[in-house]
């Protein structure tokens, strides 16, 4: 049979204060960019930040340049345009800040009615209108901590009433690091912050969860069979070694599939793709070094007779 | 074979039949041609509609449309009456709505004060949008008489040209600045209708400076007015001059309680110009839109859109008492404080009538002016306060590219899987197949709604289904090497394998179930594909491949 790996007897635990200290700085790049994001000086999408976004692409060349000032002339002169580079040419993103209490669809009617008289003899097509009031952006910010935070209690509560409170305790921390870590590289490569984020954030800590489970259930096990012998850290490592065939090959395949997304499913969730392929990868290494170092540390300071 | 496992065998042939129908209407639909829908659209409409409704529900993302929030105004409401007007708004909504003729609208209450409309495959979304979020308070008022509104002009006029004018430019400067946008939004509003001075000011109290006109006339000069018609005629470019100097406190003071000052729904053209048309109403609603039964558009003698309305029995009595008791005088209809028309009252009416709507009005404005009368009006006004429009070229754009990424995604898994365990690989590929299979009928079957980022949802589980199956592969792998028969690996590989399996499934579900609860339209989508596949998951993963490996009952050697 075809074999990545043979036996392998890689000494995760030893390393663990290495990984610790490089998880320690992206933890820490991670809480900067949740602070910056609370802060709004993070690149908000219109999600959380409210404002006005239309997409769309002209039939004919125009300059950013002209499109601003056009914009300017009618009012509209604190609007960001960006130029995208799209498989359509003469693609924009215009946003808007909202910050009046102005009906939302009168601002993308005006925006679209502008360029329509601006540019006559060119033709708008429009791709996208996304309007959020105001309010509705703070909303949607307390709903997206709302559901991190009764995610994070789920899975500690299952993982304690499945393993054990420590496993638990690790398990959390390990997700809550994954999570904090692919936020501070999002934000590093400085991704929009839209509530498609959020939910691949949320997802890849479903999926992360799934490998440490995996673990822990090898772990379990093992502890079953070397309870008299062996010490703890060392069960530990093998457990992590025994499976990490499969932890190769099944992030290796997921990866591919989101991959493919990544590069050929379209810019509406190219950046969910990338969080995700992050994401597996980060939890894999979370898998590996930190949930489990939580554990032999935790049981160093505090020993207990494993069940 | 056992038994157990014939019968095993059986469902799972059931079950892909099952599939197969359920998710045929939607291989036809899609494979349908534009050409190939209006065609049948025209011979067998039921039947189009029919597969529509069967096949899978696409999400906004993928399809294009509107979703609009809209949020209850409760500035006006008493405290217990709240939640109630929701209920009712939500019911007109969803009344003007169905009228409108969309497939598949999804209406539904958000938080207490909130109404989410999502209406896929939408183009006119201006017309939704105003269909929807009108409050359409019709009212029947009658006229003041022109004497006392010519008084009443007089008496503004000599007001105003006593009046400081300055102090009446530095007010219109100090609520322009005060209302900053919507200072603004009156000199975009002009530019838009291209009848726009040369200077790029535009500010109304420039304007006043700049005509000073007849000092005569300060106010009156700006209403025209022709023999046989009750109302005035304001040029368009003059219409906020005119709204500027009614806001005058000293003006306001004027106007007797009884009656107020009131703007046409639409500028008609006159002559070449446009003209808004300015009425003195009588406050008192001699009778309201709650009497009309049913309202429909119709083209008048003159080829002119018009509604055609009918009243109950009350609200037949009321009208024709009112009718009958101001014959030759106007009665103007309003609606939302706009007066649509006011027909002069030629004889008693009893229960029915009709709505002029003037010249620049479209068959269209009819229909809608009839939905919304017959749906009723809004208890409260309604904002839009979230507004999401796709355009239906990106809506196919995505799905192609979607549906493109994912294949090729999914290919690769099943190559690698066949590749690296070889006839045990070709079995799980299989497994992953029957699990997309199922997955999709499933939705289909249930009416979920495939959104963008539920196709990623899709290639996450076929990830998921990838992992059980290696867990399960390594498992017997490693038993192999401990010695034990084939026989013996392969079920201690499927009993070990299990629990992690469940484990990992069971937490995966948890992140599903909040992205269900906090999510909205794409986000529920993918919750939704991920939890479906994850049961799914547990059936074809799990149970179809141990079936498959339990149909010899000793091995000699195992492809894996």
Redo the contacts between chains.
């Keep these: 049979?075809?074999?990545?790996l043979e036996k392998t007897n890689i000494n995760f635990i030893g390393k663990r204060h290495y990984a610790l200290a490089v998880s320690g700085v992206l933890v820490l790049l991670g809480i900067v960019a949740f602070v910056s994001i609370f802060l709004g000086k993070a690149n908000l999408g219109i999600d959380f930040a409210g404002g006005t976004m239309v997409?769309?692409y002209f039939e004919k060349q125009v300059s950013i340049g002209d499109l601003r000032s056009a914009l300017s002339r009618?009012?509209f002169d604190d609007a960001s345009i960006q130029s995208l580079a799209r498989?359509k040419p003469n693609y924009f993103t215009i946003r808007v800040k909202t910050?009046?209490d102005?009906?939302?669809?009168k601002i993308?009617?005006?925006i679209l009615?502008?360029l329509a008289?601006e540019f006559s003899d060119n033709k708008f097509?429009?791709?996208?209108?996304?309007?959020?009031?105001p309010?509705?952006g703070k909303?949607l910010q307390k709903?997206?901590r709302?559901?991190v935070l009764?995610?994070a209690l789920?899975?500690l509560i299952?993982?304690w009433i499945?393993f054990d409170f420590r496993f638990g305790v690790a398990a959390t921390i390990a997700t809550f690091h994954d999570v904090l870590v692919v936020l501070g590289i999002l934000f590093l490569l400085h991704r929009e912050m839209t509530?498609?984020i959020i939910?691949a954030l949320?997802?890849l800590?479903?999926?992360s969860?799934?490998?440490k489970?995996?673990v822990?259930?090898?772990v379990r096990?093992n502890l079953k069979l070397f309870r008299k012998k062996g010490d703890f850290a060392t069960t530990i490592n093998t457990s992590i070694n025994?499976?990490l065939?499969?932890t190769i090959?099944?992030v290796?395949?997921?990866f591919?599939?989101?991959?493919?997304?990544f590069?050929?499913?379209?810019e509406?969730?190219h950046d969910?793709?990338l969080a995700?392929l992050i994401g597996m990868i980060v939890g894999t290494y979370s898998s590996w070094f930190i949930a489990s170092s939580i554990i032999v540390e935790w049981e160093k300071r505090a020993p207990k007779r494993f069940k | 074979m056992k038994k157990s496992q014939l019968y095993l065998i059986l469902l799972i042939s059931v079950l892909i039949i099952a599939s197969l129908w359920a998710l045929y209407p939607s291989f036809k639909w899609w494979g349908m041609s534009e050409a190939e829908k209006q065609a049948l659209r025209s011979t067998e409409p039921q039947e189009l509609i029919n597969l529509e409704r069967k096949s899978m529900k696409l999400g906004l993302d993928l399809q294009g449309g509107m979703h609009v929030v809209l949020q209850v105004d409760k500035s006006k409401l008493k405290e217990g009456e709240m939640s109630d007007a929701v209920d009712r708004a939500l019911e007109i909504i969803r009344n003007r709505v169905d009228q409108f003729g969309v497939a598949e609208p999804l209406i539904h209450k958000s938080g207490g004060d909130r109404i989410v409309v999502e209406l896929p495959g939408l183009q006119d979304v201006e017309r939704a949008q105003s269909l929807i979020g009108q409050t359409a308070q019709l009212e029947f008022k009658l006229l003041e008489t022109s004497d006392n509104t010519n008084s009443i002009l007089k008496r503004i006029d000599q007001v105003l040209s006593k009046a400081d004018t300055s102090s009446i430019k530095e007010e219109g400067k100090a609520a322009e600045k005060k209302e900053g946008e919507q200072g603004k939004e009156e000199k975009g509003a002009k530019d838009l209708f291209g009848e726009s001075k040369t200077d790029s000011a535009g500010d109304t109290t420039a304007l006043l400076e700049e005509e000073e006109g007849d000092r005569e006339r300060p106010f009156t000069q700006y209403l025209e007015s022709y023999e046989r018609s009750y109302s005035y005629m304001v040029l368009v470019d003059e219409k906020p001059k005119v709204e500027l100097l009614l806001n005058q406190p000293q003006v306001k003071a004027l106007i007797p309680d009884d009656v107020e000052f009131a703007w046409s729904t639409r500028a008609e053209t006159f002559q070449n110009q446009k003209f808004w048309g300015l009425y003195l109403l009588k406050k008192r609603v001699e009778l309201s839109g709650k009497y009309l039964v049913d309202a429909k558009p119709r083209y008048d003698q003159f080829r002119k859109p018009e509604v055609n309305f009918t009243l109950t029995k009350e609200g037949g009595r009321i009208f024709a008492r009112v009718t009958g008791a101001n014959i030759d005088k106007p009665l103007a209809i309003t609606l939302d404080g706009r007066v649509e028309s006011a027909p002069i009252i030629r004889s008693k009416i009893r229960d029915t009538g009709v709505i002029e709507m003037g010249g620049v009005a479209t068959i269209e404005d009819a229909t809608d002016l009839s939905i919304v009368l017959r749906a009723g009006a809004l208890p409260a006004p309604v904002k839009i306060i979230e507004n999401r429009v796709i355009g239906p070229s990106l809506g196919q754009d995505s799905i192609r590219k979607g549906t493109t990424a994912a294949l090729v995604g999914f290919g690769l898994v099943l190559l690698f899987l066949a590749v690296y365990y070889r006839l045990s690989g070709i079995i799980a590929d299989l497994s992953i197949l029957l699990n997309c299979l199922f997955l999709m009928a499933a939705m289909a079957a249930l009416r979920a709604t495939l959104t963008l980022p539920g196709i990623a949802g899709i290639i996450l589980t076929v990830g998921m289904s990838d992992d059980a199956c290696v867990l399960i592969f390594e498992r017997i792998r490693e038993e192999m090497k401990t010695g034990k028969t084939i026989r013996a690996a392969i079920d201690a590989g499927y009993k070990r394998a299990l629990l992690a399996i469940i484990d990992s499934h069971v937490t995966t579900l948890i992140t599903a179930a909040v992205l269900f609860q906090f999510g909205t339209g794409p986000v529920k989508g993918f919750a939704v594909s991920l939890s479906l596949g994850v049961f799914i998951n547990l059936f074809t993963s799990v149970v179809i491949t141990r079936l498959v490996f339990d149909i010899r009952k000793e091995y000699r050697t195992l492809s894996i």
Excluded: H
């Excluded at chain 1, 049979?1 to 990545?4: G, T």
């Excluded at chain 1, 102005?102 to 669809?105: G, N, R």
């Design positions: 049979m075809l074999q990545i997409e769309g009618n009012r498989e910050t009046t102005e009906e939302v669809t993308s009617k005006d009615s502008v008289k097509t429009m791709d996208s209108v996304d309007g959020i009031g309010a509705v909303t709903q997206a709302m559901a009764i995610a789920g899975i299952y993982i499945r509530l498609l939910t949320l997802t800590g479903g999926y969860l799934t490998d489970v995996v822990y259930d090898r096990e025994e499976v065939s499969r090959i099944t290796f395949t997921t591919m599939a989101v991959f493919a997304i590069i050929a499913g379209g509406v969730i969910f793709a995700l």
